[in-house]
Structures are given as C-alpha cells and as structure tokens.
C-alpha cells in the first residue's frame, strides 16, 4: 500500500503525508486522603494517528468536507492502514501560493486498522 490519505471510498486526497500512531485513554487524576496521586482509567484506550499533510487545493476542499460531515478517511503509512473520523477542523497553511500547496496537521481517531 503505497503512503497517503485517501477519503473511504478511495478517492485520492493526498500522498503526501507523515504518520505518529499513539493511544489515548481518558483519565480521571485524583489525590488520595494522604496525598498520594489516584490515577482512574475510563474505557479501552482509543488508536489515535497524528498526520501532517501536504496537498493542493482540491484535496484541501476534500479534506475539509471529510472533517465537517464526518466522512471516514483512509491514511497510510506504507506498511499499516488505519480507517477513521478527523477529530477537529484542520488549520491550513500556504506554503506555496503559485502552485497552490497547503500543508496541515491533523488527528485522526481510529475506526478500525486493516
């Protein structure tokens, strides 16, 4: 599988991409009677995959209309595939106004990896 995101039906948004896979789980921190630090665990940790991405304005568009209706993506690192939701609107960045190149970081929650 080659690297990239792609929206779940395999339209094409970017092959440009950088992947960190991590997992995040909600926590509850408390201190004990005696000081001590409690730390409660709530649910089964969630696979989060940090992207930094680069594409044009049309993946730009496409991105974005994933990340407002809550359209799946695909993304790839080249070895693993993780299908799942974007967590928040992306901050664009112009990097390149002749070409047109936008750049972002975005995070994804996991669905399901394949």
Not at 12 to 31: C, D, K, N
Not at 70 to 82: N, Y
Request: overall charge negative; hydrophobic content about 40%; charged content about 20%.
């Amino acid at each position: 599988m080659p690297v990239g995101m792609w929206k779940v039906d395999d339209t094409p948004i970017t092959p440009y991409t950088t992947t960190i896979r991590r997992l995040e789980a909600r926590q509850v921190w408390h201190a004990t009677l005696d000081g001590q630090p409690h730390v409660q665990t709530i649910g089964e940790p969630v696979e989060i995959v940090d992207v930094e991405l680069w594409t044009y304005k049309a993946g730009k568009d496409l991105l974005d209309y994933c990340q407002a209706t809550g359209t799946p993506v695909k993304v790839s690192d080249g070895a693993e595939i993780w299908v799942g939701v974007i967590a928040e609107g992306p901050a664009w960045e112009k990097v390149n106004r002749t070409l047109g190149i936008f750049r972002t970081q975005i995070t994804i929650r996991v669905l399901a990896p394949l």
